[in-house]
């Protein structure tokens, strides 16, 4: 059995099928979905999901491209929604200076915000981070410094820097089907050398197809495809591979656990 860390089920190309695609996971032998919230308005979707599917757990939070639209986002109501029983994570949050769909230092702010409300709730934090390593590090740093917090790296393309200086914070490393592609040989290179009891992977669905299903909707049953690849650079079986990711999972996301 394996788990994807992070989808979002209820975007365009999965949510027509919605039903579909869980059960092509649950054949693949998914055993456990995290449908990640980036909005307010997504919120009611994701917890509602988790409510209906015994194997799909929720996060709330607001995406860094979405931190203009949400410019009164207090910790006080991510802590306050967060409290649902299936509601396992805060985010995803960060920090995207390659779009820059949001002024920065709102993202900031919005970054700040969901810390804190990760800091109270001891939930882990939900990390997304391009182009912007120093500035993500920076934050994290300061708040560490402040309360003791854990999390994942989610989707990761960074530099091994920036994965060895999360895991010194007490982060995990999550990766998606960019870990297949062809031209991803500095993140393998990268992913190769990650210590095993902090790794995840994900399929960040419906992006980021892994090869062999390169130009189609990404979808859970896909996280098999990113697991093999992983299993591969760290000179697991992909067997063994599952069962650590499954038990990192277990280990970072405890909520989920004690629901289990």
Partial sequence: M??????????????????????RARAAGVSLMVAIGTKRAEWPEVIALAEQEADVYATVGIHPHEAEAHPDIETAELVAVSAHPKVIGIGETGLDY???????????????????????????????????EADTLEIMQEAMQEHVYTGVIHCFTASKMFADEAIRLGFYISLSGILTFKNATDLQATASNLPLDR??????SPY???VPMRGRPCEPAYVVHTNAQLAKL???????MAEITTANFHALFTKASKLL
Avoid: M
């Fill in 234 to 240: 760290q000179n697991q079986s992909p067997e063994r």
């Fill in 208 to 210: 980021l197809a892994p």
């Fill in 199 to 204: 790794l995840l992977v994900e399929t960040d």
């Fill in 2 to 23: 394996i788990i994807d860390s992070h989808c979002h089920l209820n975007y365009p190309g999965l949510i027509e099928n919605q039903q579909a695609v869980l059960g």
């Fill in 98 to 132: 390659f779009y820059d769909k949001s002024p920065r230092e709102r993202q900031k702010n919005n970054f700040r915000a969901h810390i804190r409300a990760s800091q109270e709730t001891g939930l882990p934090l939900i990390v997304h981070t391009r182009d912007a």
